[in-house]
Structure formats: structure tokens, C-alpha cells
């Protein structure tokens, strides 16, 4: 037991190592397959989301949402880095989590909607930042269904999710 746990520890270290490797290797696997429910995820999104947002996709058709213009173009979200709409004004902590890089996986965009602020507190380790978003979701199926309904509108993933 203890030298297969010995090896077990031996083996992770690299792993441990090169932590951007592991998170690229989470992030994949994230990539693969939404939780969420699609059908729940697009009734949740037109009732919590949609006074707000709007999904629009790079040939400019409208997917998701109506005229709200509050908060950036969620298109094409699931796993798109944070704060890349062109058009839209972020705070200042969305604007350093693009920068450092943080993706919306599944992960991170459900504890971003549960608690905006938070979650940027969190991700970019700047105990200030605030979220310009001021609006939580409160059941975490929710998140999770919501962020379904956003990856199924995207085409492209859809050929990753079948794989
Ligand atoms: C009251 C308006 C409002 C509502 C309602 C709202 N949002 Fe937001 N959202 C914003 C604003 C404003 C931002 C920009 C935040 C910033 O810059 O700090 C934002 C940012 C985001 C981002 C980051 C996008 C990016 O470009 O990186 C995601 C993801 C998001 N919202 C998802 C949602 C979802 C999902 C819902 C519904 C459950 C929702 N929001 C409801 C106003 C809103």
C-alpha cells in the first residue's frame, strides 16, 4: 500500500509541475461535455439573462436574447477567454482575467454567475475587483444548463461534443 501510494505521489509530481499543463488538460476535458440540460438552459437564460445580453454570432445573426445591451455579446462564450467583446466597456477585474488568460469552462462560468464579484476576486487574486455584473444565479443547475444552452449554440462545438 504505502509504496504503491509512494509511486502514485512520484508519478503526479511532474503533473503537480507543469500546473498549466494539468489546467489545459481540465479545461479539454471540460470542453468535451456540458453538464447542463439545453432545453432548461435556454428557458433559465431567457428569464435571467436575456435584459441584459445578447448572443450574436460573428456574421451577425442574432442567436439568443433580444436588445439588451447592458452587459457584452455572450457569443461564443463556453470557452471563449473572458472580456473579448470589442464593443463592450468591462471593469477593471474582467478586463485582468481576459488578460491573464481565464476561459469560460464550465467551471468558471458557473461560479462567475453564482457570484460575480467573487469569482473575480478569486481568479485574479485582486482582493478589489468588482464585477460590473449585478445579477447572481441562484440555483447552481441553473449555471449548469444555462451554460449548455450557450455551448449548443454554437456550432463548432457541437462537432467537439460528439467526438
Ligand atoms: C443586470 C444586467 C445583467 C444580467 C441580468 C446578467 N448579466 Fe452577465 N454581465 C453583465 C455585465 C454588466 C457584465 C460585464 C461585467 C464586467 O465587466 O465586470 C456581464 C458579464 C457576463 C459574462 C462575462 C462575459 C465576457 O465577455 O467575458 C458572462 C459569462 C455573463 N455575464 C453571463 C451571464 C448570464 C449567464 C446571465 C443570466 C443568468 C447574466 N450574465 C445576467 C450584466 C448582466
Same mark, same amino acid.
Given at each position: 500500500?504505502?509504496?504503491?501510494? &509512494?509511486?502514485? !505521489?512520484?508519478?503526479?509530481?511532474?503533473?503537480l509541475l507543469t500546473g498549466v499543463t494539468a489546467l489545459q488538460a481540465e479545461e479539454q476535458a471540460e470542453m468535451i461535455a456540458?453538464?447542463? =440540460?439545453?432545453?432548461?438552459? *435556454?428557458?433559465? @437564460?431567457?428569464?435571467?439573462?436575456? $435584459?441584459?445580453?445578447?448572443?450574436?454570432n460573428d456574421e451577425g445573426e442574432k442567436l439568443a436574447g433580444r436588445n439588451g445591451r447592458t452587459g457584452p455579446n455572450l457569443f461564443p462564450v463556453p470557452y471563449r477567454t473572458a472580456a473579448q467583446d470589442e464593443d463592450f466597456r468591462y471593469g477593471k477585474g474582467? *478586463?485582468?482575467?481576459? $488578460?491573464?488568460?481565464v476561459t469560460w469552462t464550465e467551471a468558471h462560468f458557473t461560479a462567475y454567475v453564482q457570484d460575480p464579484t467573487g469569482f473575480l476576486r478569486d481568479v485574479?487574486? =485582486?482582493? !478589489? $475587483?468588482?464585477? /460590473?455584473?449585478? @445579477? /447572481?444565479?441562484?440555483k447552481p443547475e441553473?449555471? $449548469? =444548463?444555462? @451554460?449548455?444552452?450557450?455551448?449548443? &449554440?454554437?456550432?463548432?462545438? *457541437? *462537432?467537439?461534443?460528439? /467526438?
Open positions: 500500500m504505502i509504496r504503491a501510494s &509512494l509511486i502514485a !505521489s512520484a508519478l503526479a509530481t511532474p503533473i456540458p453538464t447542463g =440540460d439545453v432545453e432548461a438552459g *435556454e428557458t433559465a @437564460f431567457n428569464r435571467q439573462c436575456v $435584459a441584459c445580453h445578447v448572443v450574436v474582467m *478586463e485582468l482575467a481576459g $488578460a491573464q488568460g485574479t487574486e =485582486d482582493g !478589489s $475587483a468588482r464585477s /460590473k455584473m449585478s @445579477f /447572481k444565479v441562484r441553473d449555471a $449548469a =444548463d444555462i @451554460f449548455a444552452y450557450l455551448a449548443s &449554440l454554437n456550432p463548432a462545438l *457541437e *462537432e467537439t461534443a460528439e /467526438k
